[in-house]
T-cell receptor, first 111, second 112 residues
Framework: GDSVTQMEGPVTLSEEAFLTINCTYT??????LFWYVQYPGEGLQLLLK?????DKGSNKGFEATYRKETTSFHLEKGSVQVSDSAVYFC??????????FGDGTTLTVKP | NAGVTQTPKFRILKIGQSMTLQCAQD?????MYWYRQDPGMGLKLIYY???????DKGEVPNGYNVSRSTTEDFPLRLELAAPSQTSVYFC???????????FGPGTRLTVL
């Protein structure tokens, strides 16, 4: 079956540091890939997505590229802020609607 | 659009009590899901539905029941609450294709 593996957390960075959160997946066919963010006390919300190989999703300074050859979708940001502190989930979805989520990576950014 | 709404936001139950967590969406999505999230953990799928009248078990269905009589509503029923069901419960919906899941704000349940 499908699976998503995220780098283990927690991750602690200083403000303005570079962020990478690794995500690799196993799936049949050609799923869409997503990064969701969960702020404290809230539900998950979409951060960015990519729907086919070599697509780059981007939002709020975050980027991730759909790499079919390495089955990866790593999340990056050039300069993190304290307000980026949250839990980040990588996920994949087939057209039939069911999604598979990673376990989440907690990011804490210190001033 | 209100998106996905959940009620209540918080609830404390005694062991053995029953309750229904409500979930509704106004996006005409066919697919709906119930997840639980334990402290510091990821999401675990409890039940899901691919359309009105159709439901199926996820990873952790024991102790829960669902129904889907309309496209909009997908309530989750706890029949005999146990301390192990203390968690935050999220409802989500989506459609076919490349769009994301939309999540509700969650229900924080404590069973004492």
């Amino acid at each position: 079956g499908d699976s998503v593996t995220q780098m283990e957390g927690p991750v602690t960075l200083s403000e303005e540091a570079f962020l990478t959160i690794n995500c690799t997946y196993t799936a049949t066919g050609y799923p869409s890939l997503f990064w969701y963010v969960q702020y404290p006390g809230e539900g998950l919300q979409l951060l960015l997505k990519a729907t086919k190989a070599d697509d780059k999703g981007s939002n709020k300074g975050f980027e991730a590229t759909y790499r079919k050859e390495t089955t990866s979708f790593h999340l990056e940001k050039g300069s993190v802020q304290v307000s980026d502190s949250a839990v980040y989930f990588c996920a994949l979805k087939h057209n039939a609607g069911k999604s598979t989520f990673g376990d989440g990576t907690t990011l804490t950014v210190k001033p | 659009n209100a998106g996905v709404t959940q009620t209540p936001k918080f609830r404390i139950l005694k062991i053995g009590q029953s309750m229904t967590l409500q979930c509704a969406q106004d996006m005409n999505h066919n697919y709906m899901y119930w997840y639980r999230q334990d402290p510091g953990m990821g999401l675990k799928l409890i039940y899901y539905s691919v359309g009105a009248g159709i439901t199926d078990k996820g990873e952790v269905p024991n102790g829960y029941n669902v129904s889907r009589s309309t496209t909009e509503d997908f309530p989750l029923r706890l029949e005999l609450a146990a301390p192990s069901q203390t968690s935050v419960y999220f409802c989500a919906s989506t459609d076919r294709g490349v769009n994301e899941q939309f999540f509700g704000p969650g229900t924080r349940l404590t069973v004492l």
